[in-house]
């Protein structure tokens, strides 16, 4: 590209730079610094915003287009039997990022959300031997008709096996033996199963996933996103390419890709730009057919949201605030896998993190990285368990400790003298709610008076699926008499908001996102009461009601009441 091209595209990227900050999409300091990364990894800034950063598909495809006057098509509402009959090779389309959509006279449009792909539109072009003019699209629905149109074409076959996949690498069925080890090394060094092994981690990336799932079966192979708590196909790769996506993830793990008998472990860091990297924790496990390897994305920005990005009521944010704020004693945060603990554990670890304080963590894994803090990976093989962890960090000056799982007696038990002699201890427990919480510990062997003098608050929480904000509707099929016995007061039927997801193209299914549904309660003296007269679960749960606790059927009450999360949600994630 000549010097007067690329100064002439440059004016254009400051140009949509400048769009963005005034629309308040970007600050200053984010369309500067989303600038000199994108120059420094060589791409426009327009595909450095789609690859990195959270910007919405839709919004930056009407600024592109009005930046650089090229026209916006929406493929949400494209019949696609306007498709060309002579369809362009799935190869192409796959590898620009890009798919002609129609032809006028003898212009053939081609759709892309990125109006600097040049050279999409000089290979559709050379391809199909007419001119070619680019039509803009939302990135989102460009990916979703590129794998379905690759499908159904048996194209993203073709596109595979062109990494490179021969027959010498099948699986036999249970057999998990394959070539040379050198062979298996060397094929996942090849760029083509490089390029879509990172594709997959930036799509999952992109969409908010969770975790990925690379699953082998006897006939298929196939990719899923856990999104929004879940899961998903996204797309089937020939099963012959088993073996070399499972080298390529093993190398990228720095682990023994000759070891295929026995569970591994292993952690990736991608780099998106200078200031953010996103670290996945890796786990494979051999069954039948292969390895399935699944990835569970560790995302530091998530503990850097700030409370208030979490959903909690006031009220409970301020109990939350005002037991961080307490010298010594214990927080728990109680919850299934999957339901935001980690978050919740390390937004308090964030709001506490300053030069005045000595922080301590004991993890297994250590999910997210925080400067400032002593993070200590457990490791039990070599005798560091989560209670030696404890007894070390009460010879090293600490002023707050958090603890991964409290799993076993010992380890509450010196959790609980750490709280009662002038430290902060944060940890999570495995329970539903936060009365469970409380016999869970008794049930270790904790004594109750240990429990009701060391516990301050306790938050059981789950995650629930966010309405889309664009295709939300009222609803109004539901009975009164029904949403009574859900749950729902007269009073807040009064002045409900109750909507049903819908979908579109910003969600597909009706819900985009997820939003936090919390029980905090401060263990009060009439609390404290309970737990020394030895009152069960459901008794702790009357006397924390009476207290003006919510449970977590209330609290997903209220966030249905306010339109964010549907009734289906409400049953799914909390009981009566």
């Keep these: 590209m000549n010097s007067s091209v690329s100064n002439e595209i440059q004016s254009i990227t400051n140009g949509l730079a400048g769009r963005l900050i005034a629309e308040g999409i970007l600050s200053n300091d984010q369309a500067r610094d989303a600038e000199q990364d994108a120059r420094s990894m060589g791409v426009s800034l327009i595909r450095y915003l789609i690859d990195t950063l959270d910007v919405d598909s839709g919004e930056l495809a009407e600024m592109a287009s009005a930046e650089f006057g090229v026209p916006v098509f929406d493929l949400n509402a494209m019949n696609r039997e306007m498709l060309p009959e002579q369809q362009i090779d799935a190869e192409l389309m796959v590898k620009h990022h890009a798919v002609p959509l129609f032809r006028r006279g003898h212009h053939l449009f081609v759709a892309v959300s990125d109006p600097l792909n040049l050279s999409a539109l000089d290979e559709f072009k050379f391809a199909a031997g007419i ?56 094929a996942a060094d ?15 990336i992109k969409q908010g996933a969770s975790d990925i799932h690379f699953e082998p079966y006897e006939k298929d192979y196939r990719v899923r996103f856990r999104t929004d708590g879940i899961l998903r196909e996204i797309v089937k790769p020939p099963r012959n390419l088993a073996p070399r996506l499972a080298a390529r993830l093993k190398v990228m793990s720095q682990m023994d890709i000759s070891e295929r008998r026995t569970p591994q472990d292993g952690r990736i860091q991608m780099k998106l730009s200078k ?34 990005a979490l959903g909690y009521e006031e009220g409970q944010k301020a109990l939350y605030m005002e037991a961080l704020q307490k010298p010594q004693g214990m927080i728990l945060v109680t919850g299934p896998t999957g339901s935001g603990k980690t978050v919740s554990l390390y937004t308090g670890l964030g709001i506490l993190n300053e030069p005045v304080r000595n922080i301590s963590t004991a993890e297994d894994p250590v999910e997210i990285n925080m400067a400032g803090i002593n993070q200590v990976l457990v490791n039990p093989k070599v005798g560091l368990n989560f209670a030696e962890a404890l007894r070390s960090f009460l010879r090293q000056d600490p002023d707050v400790i958090m603890v991964g799982e409290i799993r076993d007696l010992e380890t509450a038990e010196i959790s609980i003298k750490a709280a009662q002699t002038g430290h902060l201890v944060l940890s999570t427990v495995h329970t539903n709610s936060a009365a469970e919480t409380v016999t869970r510990l008794l049930n270790m062997g904790v004594p109750a008076f240990n429990i009701a003098a060391s516990v ?36 807040q039927l009064g002045t409900a908001m109750i909507k049903r997801p819908l979908g579109c193209g910003h969600c597909q299914d009706g819900y985009k996102g997820r939003v936090g549904i919390y029980e905090v309660v401060k263990i009060t003296k009439p609390i404290a009461s309970a737990i020394m007269d030895g009152a069960n679960s459901l008794e702790l749960d009357r006397v924390a009601r009476e207290a003006g606790f919510n449970n977590l059927r209330q609290s997903a009450l209220r966030k249905c009441a306010e339109g964010l999360i549907s009734l289906e949600e409400v049953s799914r994630v909390t009981t009566d």
């Excluded at 008709?145 to 010498?168: C, P, R, V, W, Y």
């Design 190 to 204: 090849e760029t083509p199963i490089v390029r879509f092994v990172n594709k997959v981690l930036l799509d999952a």
């Design 275 to 308: 200031k953010r990297a996103i670290d996945f924790r890796v786990n494979t496990l051999p069954t039948m057919y292969g390895e399935k390897i699944v990835l569970r994305i560790l995302d530091p920005t998530s503990a850097q949201l700030g409370i208030d």
């Design 131 to 186: 001119n070619t003019d680019a039509v803009l699209v939302e990135d989102e629905a460009l990916s979703k008709l590129i794998t379905d149109l690759a499908e159904q074409s048996g194209g993203f076959d073709k596109d595979m096996n062109s990494l490179g996949a021969d027959e010498a690498y099948d699986l036999e069925i249970g057999d998990g033996s394959i070539e040379e080890d050198d062979d298996v090394r060397d």
């Design 456 to 491: 301050t608050l306790i938050i059981a929480q789950r995650l629930a699926r966010r309405l889309c904000g664009h295709c939300a509707e009222p609803e109004t099929s539901v009975p009164q008499e029904a949403l009574l016995q859900l749950g729902f007061t007269v009073d």
